[in-house]
C-alpha cells in the first residue's frame, strides 16, 4: 500500500536495566497503543520498534500517545522517538520491518543521529522540529497517574473528559488535574495548530 505515512521510530532507553518480561511488556505497550490509531507496529531488533500510520499530520501526536502509553507502566520506562512523513509503501500484511520509501528511511536515520539527551525529535526539522522537542521536554516529566489521562485524552482526538474518567476509575476533576499539571493544554494547543497548518 503506497502512500503517505507519519513514519516514528524508536527504541527503549536503558533496556539493558530492564528484565526479559518488563521489556515485552513496554513493547507490547508501544504496539497496543499504535493500534489505537491503525498503526503497524514492528519491533527491531532487541529493544527497537517502528510504526507507520495514516493521517500524517497526526505525528506529533500518535509520538505523544505512544510515549503516554510506555510512561504508563512507570517512570523506568521510556523511549527515544523519530519522526518522519512522507511518501512509503508498507506490504498487504502491514509488515513496518518490509516497508521501504523516503518516509522510512528518514526516521529511521534521524533516530541515528539524535544528538544526547533529545529523545524526540521531527525530520522535517524547522518549526515542527522545534515544537517536537519541546513536546518531548514536556512529557518527559509525565507520572505514570499523568500519562494515563494524557493518552485517553490524545486519542480519539475529540473524547470528552468525562469518557476518559469513567474508564480510569476516578473523577473526573482527578483527570482534570493530572492534564493540567501534565502540560497538556498547551500540548493541545499546539498539536490543533500543527494538525490544522498540515
Not at 11 to 33: F, Y
Not at 54 to 71: D, K, V
Not at 135 to 159: F, M, N
Request: aromatic share 6%; hydrophobic share 45%.
Amino acid at each position: 500500500m503506497s502512500g503517505q505515512y507519519a513514519v516514528l521510530t524508536g527504541d527503549l532507553i536503558r533496556s539493558s536495566d530492564l528484565a526479559p518480561s518488563a521489556l515485552d511488556a513496554g513493547l507490547d505497550s508501544l504496539e497496543q497503543a499504535a493500534q489505537d490509531f491503525a498503526g503497524c507496529f514492528s519491533r527491531r531488533g532487541g529493544d527497537g520498534w517502528q510504526c507507520a500510520a495514516p493521517s500524517p499530520e497526526n505525528a506529533l501526536r500518535y509520538a505523544l500517545i505512544l510515549r503516554a502509553a510506555l510512561r504508563s507502566h512507570g517512570k523506568d520506562y521510556a523511549t527515544r522517538i523519530s519522526i518522519a512523513v512522507g511518501a512509503g509503501t508498507l506490504p498487504a500484511n502491514g509488515d513496518v520491518n518490509a516497508a521501504y520509501g523516503p518516509a522510512f528511511t528518514a526516521s529511521g536515520r534521524l533516530l541515528e543521529a539524535l544528538p544526547s539527551g533529545a529523545r524526540m525529535a521531527d525530520a522535517a526539522g524547522g518549526v515542527l522540529d522545534a515544537a517536537t522537542r519541546l513536546a518531548d521536554h514536556i512529557s518527559s516529566g509525565w507520572t505514570p497517574a499523568q500519562a494515563r489521562s494524557v493518552r485517553l485524552i490524545l486519542w480519539p482526538k475529540e473524547r470528552i473528559r468525562s469518557e476518559a474518567a469513567a474508564e480510569l476509575g476516578i473523577t473526573r476533576q482527578a483527570v482534570d488535574q493530572a492534564l493540567w499539571s501534565a502540560g497538556f493544554p498547551a500540548l493541545s494547543d499546539a498539536l490543533k495548530l500543527i494538525e490544522s497548518a498540515v
